[in-house]
């Protein structure tokens, strides 16, 4: 497990490479508890003016948290661990959201789930125009957590409602629009941008590298496509009802329309998730500092996780690979919103 993160300190430049390529640095509770260790240890080291994350691997920066392994947790029962990995993770994304030096993420291919939760909350946001954004809960059983909701909460409501919704994954460009990461490099790029933010002299000096490694994105229409659907079918996801909205797409599908294969694959997904995601987009618009959307995202862990559909839901994505998962409830209009309402809300003291 050991070598699952590497650390090092380069000119000041405290590195932290995700390590764990055969799973495109799916996160373990290891790397989730050394990496945040590691930026409790470097808030007081002066030797250490800014933080640079990146990942190894061809396929990607990180593919998210390891869900097999969480499943398993809940499957034996021991959801006091499960539990334990949700609230550290989400610890250690306050952390970086919060932090008091720069920390950037340095991005490419493969950005889901856990591993936005580390890029999406850093100060600056380095990506290569290869790379893929995703957050694709709502297919496992799941939902849209580590504190995703306050960045999406920023943008367009119906360009984040179509992503989370359909949990596809959406180009380098696409992820600018929606707020997901800053700046573009080419892939060939990389090792020169990860030197100049390390020569940099001060916590100063890297606000102007990183400006320095903006390329211009240019007639980039073709790899917006994604929010530019969204744009064109706004009027399908403005409703606040859940059940709504999921009318307004089985019509885009009835209808054959250009939406109707992004319809049909949010149809498919597992409508507890979906309505999850519908009323906490609208919590984190109205609420949207970090620690709180961050305290809710546990709360809805608590409720989400030991639900028969994030069992099913990584069988049939990860495990068995059927893509066939049957979902308890399996129509939106059979959803218990209250209960998700409940898990939204503070609890009292």
Same mark, same amino acid.
């Given at each position: 497990?050991?070598?699952?993160?590497?650390?090092?300190?380069?000119?000041?430049? *405290?590195?932290?490479? =995700?390590?764990?390529?055969?799973?495109?640095?799916?996160?373990?509770?290891?790397?989730?508890?050394?990496?945040?260790?590691?930026?409790?240890?470097?808030?007081? +080291?002066?030797?250490?003016?800014?933080?640079?994350?990146?990942?190894?691997?061809?396929?990607?920066?990180?593919?998210?948290? +390891?869900?097999?392994?969480?499943?398993?947790?809940?499957?034996? *029962?021991?959801?006091?661990?499960?539990?334990?990995?949700?609230?550290?993770?989400?610890?250690?994304?306050?952390?970086?959201?919060?932090?008091?030096?720069?920390?950037?993420?340095?991005?490419?291919?493969?950005?889901?789930?856990?591993?936005?939760?580390?890029?999406?909350?850093?100060?600056?946001?380095?990506?290569?125009?290869?790379?893929?954004?995703?957050?694709?809960?709502?297919?496992?059983?799941?939902?849209?957590?580590?504190?995703?909701?306050?960045?999406?909460?920023?943008?367009?409501?119906?360009?984040?409602?179509?992503?989370?919704?359909?949990?596809? =994954?959406?180009?380098?460009?696409?992820?600018?629009?929606?707020?997901?990461?800053?700046?573009?490099?080419?892939?060939?790029?990389?090792?020169?941008?990860?030197?100049?933010?390390?020569?940099?002299?001060?916590?100063? +000096?890297?606000?102007?590298?990183?400006?320095?490694?903006?390329?211009?994105?240019?007639?980039?229409?073709?790899?917006?496509?994604?929010?530019?659907?969204?744009?064109?079918?706004?009027?399908?996801?403005?409703?606040?009802?859940?059940?709504?909205?999921?009318?307004?797409?089985?019509?885009?599908?009835?209808?054959?329309?250009?939406?109707?294969?992004?319809?049909?694959?949010?149809?498919?997904?597992?409508?507890?998730?979906?309505?999850?995601?519908?009323?906490?987009?609208?919590?984190?618009?109205?609420?949207?500092?970090?620690?709180?959307?961050?305290?809710?995202?546990?709360?809805?862990?608590?409720?989400?996780?030991?639900?028969?559909?994030?069992?099913?839901?990584?069988?049939?994505?990860?495990? +068995?690979?059927?893509?066939?998962?049957?979902?308890?409830?399996?129509?939106? *209009?059979?959803?218990?919103?209250?209960?998700?309402?409940?898990?939204?809300?503070?609890?009292?003291?």
């Amino acid at each position: 497990m050991e070598n699952q993160i590497e650390l090092s300190i380069e000119n000041g430049i *405290g590195i932290i490479t =995700l390590n764990r390529p055969e799973a495109i640095n799916a996160l373990t509770p290891y790397m989730i508890e050394t990496i945040h260790k590691t930026l409790l240890d470097w808030i007081s +080291d002066d030797g250490v003016r800014a933080i640079l994350i990146e990942g190894k691997g061809e396929r990607g920066f990180c593919a998210g948290g +390891d869900v097999r392994w969480t499943r398993d947790m809940i499957l034996k *029962g021991n959801h006091k661990c499960a539990f334990e990995f949700f609230a550290l993770e989400y610890e250690m994304n306050h952390l970086i959201a919060t932090y008091n030096k720069p920390i950037i993420a340095l991005t490419h291919g493969v950005v889901m789930g856990g591993g936005l939760g580390i890029a999406g909350h850093a100060k600056y946001r380095i990506t290569t125009q290869n790379s893929r954004f995703a957050m694709p809960e709502a297919a496992i059983g799941y939902f849209c957590d580590v504190g995703v909701r306050a960045i999406l909460a920023k943008g367009a409501r119906h360009r984040a409602m179509m992503f989370m919704l359909s949990g596809s =994954l959406v180009s380098a460009v696409d992820g600018v629009v929606l707020g997901l990461t800053d700046t573009i490099i080419p892939e060939e790029g990389v090792a020169s941008a990860r030197a100049a933010i390390i020569r940099t002299g001060s916590a100063e +000096d890297v606000d102007a590298q990183i400006s320095s490694l903006c390329t211009a994105l240019g007639n980039s229409d073709e790899f917006v496509s994604f929010c530019k659907l969204a744009d064109k079918f706004d009027d399908v996801f403005n409703s606040e009802d859940p059940a709504e909205i999921y009318s307004n797409l089985e019509k885009q599908v009835s209808q054959k329309s250009e939406l109707a294969e992004v319809a049909t694959l949010i149809l498919s997904r597992c409508p507890t998730s979906n309505m999850v995601h519908v009323l906490g987009l609208d919590a984190a618009r109205e609420t949207p500092e970090i620690g709180q959307v961050l305290a809710a995202d546990l709360r809805l862990a608590h409720f989400m996780a030991v639900r028969d559909d994030f069992v099913e839901g990584v069988r049939a994505v990860l495990i +068995d690979k059927d893509h066939a998962p049957n979902w308890s409830p399996d129509r939106m *209009g059979d959803v218990a919103g209250e209960k998700v309402v409940l898990a939204l809300k503070p609890r009292a003291n």
